[in-house]
């Protein structure tokens, strides 16, 4: 096997969330414990049992897109597009530079394509003509051809439909184009619009909560369905460099595993088998975990199945480990979860500082975690890990590490 050439860091962050959109008001409200959960207005709830979900409301495509291109793009698209520009402008990269650059583009997306299915249904359903847009609209690699075309992006350029560890998938292989030396610079994330078939398919599951999602907690009843996107600028180490880039954190690894157990079910095995690969992809011993950012949904078996693979992991020292879930205040993403916690894990580590699992009442015994409970909480951060899990049996699970030994005078001492 090739040895790994290349130290991957990420150096631009761009967020758009039901909470905040830019990555200073995400994380000042992800701190402050924020809920970005409110019913319900883009599409019709009268007839599902719940009405709330994690819209982003705040959102105006006109601030990114050219108006002329808005109607050319899903809703996928221009959220990925927005939260590419912001990760760009926070790189500090003019946008003539990257073009110039060997830059990738890996995007994690669920649903994306659903919601354009839902636009053509209704149309047919009127009898109304169905425009090109549309159409143009419906692959699901558009979200990543958008960004590419939008950017002169010539390098390779990839969608990652893994469910809702597509974006921790669409990262790890950005740091692996990058390690080979295949690019020097990758865009990677996620981006998923808020879906009338998602919504309504988890509400036929009883997988959704009434009112909130309470990560870990015993009475908890359910995920939240919600929107959002978040891109990172990988670069190799010497890229950013030699053109003295701000640095966030460095990627040391990552960790895939298949379930192969049940289509909607995690299986704690396959969950085990995931962090353990990615502590043995970075090289670090269960005693290097200072964060664990939880895929933490809300529901009684995937929360279970998270804990259980944790105390197999960690053996009595998971109690000494914070284990938050963000998606208690964003609810579930989908493609893009991922991604916005790989996100967090980085501010994480640069800030030393640990969002809390909100909505926390009742402990559960079965879920004993520390699991910072309804507080922001101050606390080293060297060693971070991203958990996702998703339907089919996809899990992947990122390793993300406060960055050392570089020198901002274009040196890798």
């Known amino acids: ?8 860091v990420i150096t631009g962050l761009g967020v758009i969330s039901s909470i905040g959109i830019g990555w200073e008001k995400f994380w000042d409200n992800l701190l402050k414990g924020k809920s970005g959960i409110s019913p319900v207005t883009s599409i019709d709830t009268s007839n599902h049992f719940t009405h709330n979900g994690g819209e982003v409301k705040d ?27 912001l990760a760009i402008e926070d790189a500090k990269f003019p946008e003539e530079d990257i073009s110039n650059r060997r830059t990738g583009t890996c995007i994690g997306i669920t649903s994306g394509s659903i919601q354009v299915i839902e636009h053509i249904d209704d ?23 958008v960004i590419a075309k939008e950017f002169n992006l010539n390098g390779p350029n990839f969608i990652f439909s893994t469910a809702c560890a597509a974006g921790n998938y669409a990262i790890g292989y950005g740091v692996d184009l990058i390690n080979f030396g295949r690019t020097d610079i990758v865009l990677a994330g996620g981006s998923d619009p808020f879906s009338r078939i998602s919504f309504t398919g988890f509400n036929q599951f009883s997988a959704v909560a009434p009112e909130k999602c309470q990560p870990f907690d015993k009475n908890r009843k359910g995920m939240m369905v919600a929107e959002g996107a978040g891109i990172l600028v990988l670069e190799s180490l010497e890229s950013a460099l030699n053109r003295n880039a701000p640095i966030y954190a460095e990627i040391l690894g990552y960790g895939l595993s298949c379930d192969a157990y049940h289509m ?11 962090m353990k690969k990615a502590m043995r992809a970075a090289n670090i011993t269960i005693e290097d975990v200072d964060y664990i950012s939880a895929h933490g949904t809300g529901t009684l078996t995937n929360d279970k199945h998270e804990c259980a693979a944790l105390k197999e992991v960690f053996g009595p020292h998971y109690k000494n480990i914070p284990v938050s879930s963000i998606k208690s205040m964003l609810g579930h993403t989908m493609g893009a979860a991922s991604a916005l916690e790989a996100i967090t894990c980085t501010l994480a580590v640069k800030n030393d500082i640990i969002p809390p699992t909100i909505n926390y009442e009742t402990p559960d015994p079965e879920c004993d975690i520390d699991c910072v409970p309804n507080k922001a909480r101050q606390h080293i951060v060297n060693i971070a890990l991203n958990n996702s899990y998703a339907f089919g049996g996809n899990n992947a699970c990122l390793v993300i590490k406060k960055i050392s030994n570089y020198s901002p005078q274009n040196s890798l001492s």
């Open 1 to 8: 096997m090739r040895k790994y050439d290349n130290r991957v």
């Open 59 to 85: 959102f105006k495509p006109e601030e990114f897109v050219p108006e002329d291109k808005i109607n050319s793009l899903s809703r996928a698209s221009q959220l990925g597009l927005a939260a590419a520009k």
């Open 123 to 145: 149309k047919l359903i009127k009898n109304e003509t169905i425009e090109k847009d549309l159409i143009c609209q419906l692959p699901v690699h558009s979200t990543p051809g």
């Open 264 to 274: 909607t079910t995690s299986s704690v095995e396959g969950i085990v088998a995931c």
